[in-house]
């Protein structure tokens, strides 16, 4: 059972446009949500992350939206750019353990001149 | 910089033998390392938690014997595909977090990962 759900799989989206990668879940143990992103044959890079007491949260051209009543979270890459083309990754992590990282599936971004 | 370092960067081994994987903390020492594996365009899935100076953590359906972790010290941490095969053919990345601050305030790193090819 997969207990961060993300979408689209794949995203591709015009330079300059918007790209929204949503993601939710289900366990309310998690209380902390952070986005990484990883490029081919790299390791994952925190990109940014928020708490569920913090409804948006922004980071230059960066922003998650969290709706805690409806389990769900957001990534918005404004004036999305070529070398924004990576995969990306929502995660959880339980206010217990937040080494413990679960990561969604993942999002392939690709973004076109 | 990258701040964990991963060894080697990518394997091929034979079906049978066993390949070792170091995961090494840069700049700082870290008690507890994480050991991912990554199939091709899927998420990464936690395999295990390596403690400096006790056994490792393992999640479940992860086979222990099959994968043996070894938290040499506080700066390395060993994963070893013991008689390896292709289907465990994949993407192994290591973790740790820098003791700053604490929780979620200290950034997870992560290492760039080794690719083991098993034929």
């Known amino acids: 059972q997969q207990q961060v759900k993300q979408s689209p799989q794949s995203l591709i989206v015009q330079k300059g446009g918007i790209s929204i990668i949503n993601c939710a879940y289900e366990n309310t143990a998690f209380d902390y949500f952070p986005w990484y992103q990883q490029f081919p044959g790299k390791g994952p890079a925190l990109l940014i992350a928020i708490r569920p007491d913090v409804s948006e949260k922004k980071e230059g051209r960066f922003t998650i939206s969290f709706n805690k009543s409806a389990k769900q979270f957001s990534l918005h890459i404004m004036d999305s750019q070529p070398g924004d083309s990576a995969s990306y990754f929502c995660a959880a992590s339980p206010g217990t353990s937040y080494d413990k990282v679960i990561f969604g599936p993942g999002t392939s971004l690709s973004v076109i001149p | 910089g990258a701040v964990v370092s991963q060894h080697p960067s990518w394997v091929i081994c034979k079906s049978g033998t066993s390949v070792k994987i170091e995961c090494r903390s840069l700049d700082f020492q870290a008690t507890t390392m994480f050991w991912y594996r990554q199939f091709p365009k899927q998420s990464l899935m936690l395999m295990a938690t390596?403690?400096?100076?006790?056994?490792?953590?393992?999640e479940q359906g992860v086979e222990k014997d099959k994968f043996l972790i070894n938290h040499a010290s506080l700066t390395l941490s060993t994963l070893t595909v013991t008689s390896a095969h292709p289907e465990d053919s994949s993407f192994y990345i290591c973790s740790a977090r820098s003791p700053t601050g604490g929780g979620e305030n200290s950034p997870l790193h992560f290492g760039n990962g080794t690719r083991l090819t098993v034929t």
């Open positions: 390596s403690n400096e100076g006790s056994k490792a953590t393992y």
